[in-house]
C-alpha cells in the first residue's frame, strides 16, 4: 500500500475539502431555489382567490365610504373579487387580531385608519401599557386610501366670526369654555382639540358626546363651544346658518367649504394639520412583490378621477402611496401625538 508524504497528504486533504465544499455550496443552493420557488411562485400568480378587506366599522360610516369607493375597481385590476367583511369594536383590535391570525399572503388586507394605526399606538406609550395588537410591529403598511382635514366649527351662541377673534374670547376666559368630540376620549377630534388649545395657550374642558349628529346638535344649542369635525355632515347646517366654520384644519383649504380659511391663513400658524387618514395594511412578513402589486393598484384607484370626486362629495380626498411613504406617515403621526399627550399629560380613561 502506498504511503502518502506530508505534501500529498496536505494536497489530498485540500482537494477533498475543496470537493466538499463545492457540493455544500450547490446543496445549499438547489435548497435555497426550491424552497424560495413556491413564495415567488405565489407571488407571480397573486390573486388566485378572492381577498379579504376587513373593516373595523360598521357600514354606513366614513370607513365603509371609502372602502366602497375602491373596491369595485380595485376587483377588477386585481382579476380577483375584494370582499368587505366587517369586524367592529375594540377600536379596530379585532380586525387587526383576525389579520395577524390570518396566513402572511396578501388575501387578508386590514382596513386601519389614524386612531388605530397611529394614536392607538401612541397612547399605549403614553400609558406604559399594551391594549390591544402590536400593530405597528405585527401589521405592515401597503398604501394610504384617503384623507380628510377636519374643520373648526363653533357655537353661534359665541358671537365671534373670525378665528384671531375666537382665540381672544377663549384665551381671556380660562376654563369658561369647552370643547366637544363625537369621536370619545382620546379620538381624533378630542386630541384635535387638545392640540389646537396648546398651540394657542387656550384652556377649555373637554365635554365628549356620542357620534357626529350630538355633536352638532350641541353646538346649535350652546350647551358646547366649538369642535373639529368632518366637513360633510356639517355642511347643511351651515348653510343653514346654524354653525358657524372658522378653519380648516389641514393645510389646505376644505374643497366643500373653499371659502374658509386655513388655520395657517386665519391665524398664523403655519404647520397645523389635523387630518384623518384611511389605509391598508396586511400581516408582517407578506412577500414584498405581493405588497408592492396591491399598493399599485390602489394608487391606479385613487387617481381615477370618479372615484376622485366621488370621495370629493363626503369631504374626502383620494390618496394614495407606497409602503413606504405610508409606513413614514404612520411614524411621524405615532410621534406627534405621544408628544402631545406627553406636553399636555391629557387624560386619556
Do not use: C
Not at 373670525?162 to 369647552?178: A, C, D, M, Q, S
Not at 413614514?328 to 402631545?340: E, F, P, S, Y
Amino acid at each position: 500500500m502506498q504511503t502518502l508524504s506530508s505534501p500529498q497528504r496536505t494536497q489530498h486533504y485540500s482537494i477533498h475539502a475543496a470537493r466538499s465544499l463545492r457540493a455544500l455550496l450547490l446543496t445549499t443552493a438547489v435548497a435555497l431555489l426550491f424552497g424560495a420557488a413556491p413564495v415567488l411562485a405565489q407571488a407571480q400568480r397573486f390573486p388566485s382567490k378572492p381577498i379579504r378587506m376587513l373593516m373595523p366599522n360598521p357600514p354606513g360610516g366614513p370607513t365603509d365610504i371609502v372602502a366602497r369607493a375602491y373596491v369595485e375597481k380595485l376587483s377588477t385590476n386585481l382579476g380577483q373579487p375584494v370582499i368587505l367583511e366587517y369586524r367592529p369594536g375594540a377600536n379596530g383590535a379585532l380586525v387587526a387580531n383576525s389579520t395577524i391570525a390570518a396566513p402572511a399572503d396578501g388575501y387578508t388586507l386590514a382596513f386601519s385608519s389614524i386612531g388605530g394605526q397611529a394614536i392607538g399606538p401612541a397612547a399605549n406609550e403614553y400609558k406604559k401599557t399594551r391594549s390591544g395588537p402590536d400593530v405597528l410591529r405585527e401589521l405592515a403598511p401597503v398604501s394610504l386610501l384617503g384623507e380628510q382635514t377636519l374643520l373648526l366649527v363653533v357655537s353661534p351662541t359665541l358671537g365671534v366670526s373670525t378665528v384671531k377673534e375666537f382665540i381672544e374670547l377663549i384665551r381671556k376666559n380660562p376654563g369658561k369654555y369647552n370643547f366637544t368630540s363625537a369621536a370619545g376620549v382620546g379620538g381624533i377630534d378630542h386630541l384635535g382639540g387638545e392640540l389646537f388649545n396648546k398651540e394657542f395657550g387656550l384652556t377649555a374642558v373637554h365635554v365628549p358626546v356620542n357620534g357626529v349628529a350630538p355633536a352638532i346638535s350641541s353646538l346649535i344649542t350652546g350647551e358646547t363651544h366649538y369642535w373639529f369635525g368632518p366637513p360633510a355632515p356639517l355642511l347643511p347646517q351651515y348653510k343653514a346658518g346654524k354653525i358657524k366654520i372658522l378653519a380648516s384644519g389641514s393645510s389646505r383649504r376644505a374643497a366643500l367649504f373653499p371659502e374658509v380659511p386655513t388655520v395657517a391663513e386665519a391665524a398664523g400658524l403655519p404647520g397645523f394639520e389635523l387630518a384623518v387618514w384611511w389605509g391598508i395594511l396586511v400581516r408582517t412578513g407578506t412577500d414584498k412583490d405581493i405588497v408592492n402589486r396591491l399598493s399599485r393598484e390602489i394608487q391606479k384607484v385613487a387617481e381615477d378621477p370618479g372615484i376622485g370626486e366621488r370621495l370629493a362629495g363626503f369631504g374626502i380626498e383620494a390618496k394614495g402611496s407606497s409602503p413606504e411613504e405610508f409606513g413614514r406617515r404612520i411614524t411621524a403621526d405615532v410621534q406627534k401625538w405621544l408628544n402631545l399627550m406627553e406636553k399636555t399629560r391629557v387624560t386619556l380613561d
